[in-house]
């Protein structure tokens, strides 16, 4: 059974640093990894998504990267701004088709 | 654009009562599908359907329906209201649930309670 851990659970940092949260999973055989954002209150925002045979994906200050033999990502964001907080979350679609979540890393970017 | 809509986004229901929670999408996407999101929990797939007549289970089916009759609208029915299905529900749809899923899109989410 798919599982998918992010750790840390919740992450402060002061402005303008860099940082990267991490995704876990326990079975490599998916088709796609998928970085979502979540404010309070609101659905779920795609970020990036990184398909099985791509390493990495970018988008502005947002790096995404997929290893997938570790059963690894990690979200890259470079420089850091308050508008940044929210909960992220990764999800993995397996080959079964059905779309696993992690529990999310909630960061908070302090100005 | 729209993309994809949830109505209502609040809904307060008594035990044993039924409704049913709307979700329709705007971008010809053939997959569609509900969460529910509850603290601790994450989100958690109910059900999902991959095409117009096509329906499957997710991994918390018991206590919900749901029917795909058009490409745009994916209801899911409550049957008989449990204080344990007292949670925010996320509609969500891609250009197809197989490999080449594209990105997915989520609505704003419905907020119901259960007394």
């Known amino acids: 059974k798919q599982e998918v851990t992010q750790i840390p659970a919740a992450l402060s940092v002061p402005e303008g640093e860099n940082l990267v949260l991490n995704c876990s999973f326990t079975?490599?055989?998916?088709?796609?990894l998928q970085w979502f954002r979540q404010d309070p209150g609101k659905g779920l925002t795609s970020l990036l998504l990184i398909q099985s045979s791509q390493r990495e994906q970018t988008s502005g200050r947002l790096n995404a990267s997929l290893d997938k033999s570790s059963g690894r990502s990690t979200l890259y964001i470079a420089a850091s701004q308050p508008g940044d907080s929210a909960t992220y979350l990764c999800a993995v679609k397996n080959q079964g088709g059905k779309l696993i979540f992690g529990q999310g890393t909630e960061l908070s970017v302090k100005p | 654009n729209a993309g994809v809509t949830q109505t209502p986004k609040f809904q307060v229901l008594k035990t044993g009562q039924s409704m049913t929670l709307q979700c329709a999408q705007d971008m010809n996407h053939e997959y569609m599908s509900w969460y529910r999101q509850d603290p601790g929990m994450g989100l958690r797939l109910i059900h999902y359907s991959v095409g117009a007549g096509i329906t499957d289970q997710g991994e918390v089916p018991n206590g919900y329906n749901v029917s795909r009759s058009t490409t745009e609208d994916f209801p899911l029915r409550l049957l008989s209201a449990a204080p344990s299905q007292t949670s925010v529900y996320f509609c969500?749809?891609?250009?197809?649930?197989?490999?080449?899923?594209?990105?997915?899109?989520f609505g704003e989410g419905s907020r119901l309670t259960v007394l």
């Open positions: 969500a749809s891609s250009y197809s649930g197989g490999a080449n899923t594209g990105e997915l899109f």
């Open positions: 079975d490599s055989a998916i088709y796609n």
